[in-house]
């Protein structure tokens, strides 16, 4: 079972996923990089995204899981997890889409656990357009393949830390869509690694409906 697989079973033991049509995009390929691309709606929280890619005659593999709550007081995250190369990279990021303010008084919970693994090798990410909606509690390492185990652990852990935040229902209900589209949006017109490959090789049109409907589901 892959780490992915793991992750998939974690989120099936706290929320009960119904499959979104995605057929439109089976068989995708990109820049040599073919894609595997499925969304559900977890019920009590929101959309859930699950897209992986294979490239470079299998030197490169990439696993993302999005987690959009519109249900859920909780805030989006972003998770990637790319091999290539040898090179083993992890990513979450959690971005400020929540009504309540008060929610993001949780996310030490994933603080504290990030801050166990620092002493893996970290990765600077740079500065971007989001970092003003940047929350705490990301996490961003890359090492060799001897390091794969102990992402995997890592990985695990963090989502069942996420999965198991405390968390209002959303009461704005158009807050909450709002600051999500306001996100989704500004990544579409001012990009980011993913977006710019699937802008170019489909068209901006193409991408947003991808996004709207399948990757964030708003």
């Known amino acids: 079972m892959t780490c992915l697989d793991e992750l998939i079973k974690i989120i099936k033991t706290h929320y009960e996923l119904e499959p979104v049509n995605t057929s439109e995009y089976d068989g995708l390929k990109i820049n040599g990089m073919c894609f595997d691309i499925k969304a559900y709606e977890a019920k009590n929280l929101g959309h859930i995204s699950v897209m992986t890619a294979k490239g470079l005659f299998g030197l490169m593999k990439m696993d993302t899981i999005i987690f959009t709550p519109s249900e859920a007081d909780l805030p989006l995250l972003s998770y990637d997890r790319?091999?290539?190369?040898?090179?083993?990279?992890?990513?979450?990021?959690?971005?400020?889409?929540?009504?309540?303010?008060?929610?993001?008084?949780?996310?030490?919970r994933l603080?504290?656990?990030?801050?166990?693994?620092?002493?893996?090798?970290?990765?600077?990410?740079?500065?971007?357009?989001?970092?003003?909606?940047k929350l705490s509690g990301c996490?961003?390492?890359?090492?060799?393949?001897?390091?794969?185990?102990?992402?995997?652990?890592?990985?695990?852990?963090?989502?069942?830390?996420y999965l198991s935040l405390p968390y209002a229902v959303v009461s704005d209900v158009a807050l909450k869509k709002q600051k999500t589209l306001n996100y989704v949006n500004d990544l579409i017109e001012n990009g980011?690694?993913?977006?710019?490959?699937?802008?170019?090789?489909?068209g901006k049109e193409k991408t947003k409906k991808l996004f709207y409907q399948v990757l964030f589901g708003v």
Do not use: C, Q
Not at 82 to 104: H, P, Q, R, S, Y
Not at 120 to 129: A, F, I, Q, S, V
Not at 143 to 148: N, R, T
């Open 82 to 108: 790319i091999k290539v190369m040898g090179n083993d990279i992890m990513i979450a990021e959690l971005f400020d889409t929540v009504a309540d303010t008060d929610t993001l008084d949780n996310l030490d």
């Open 111 to 133: 603080e504290a656990l990030v801050s166990k693994y620092d002493y893996l090798p970290y990765r600077d990410t740079g500065k971007h357009w989001y970092d003003d909606i």
């Open 139 to 161: 996490m961003s390492f890359k090492g060799k393949k001897k390091l794969s185990s102990t992402f995997n652990a890592l990985a695990k852990e963090y989502l069942e830390t």
């Open 192 to 202: 980011g690694p993913s977006t710019n490959v699937f802008i170019k090789a489909i």
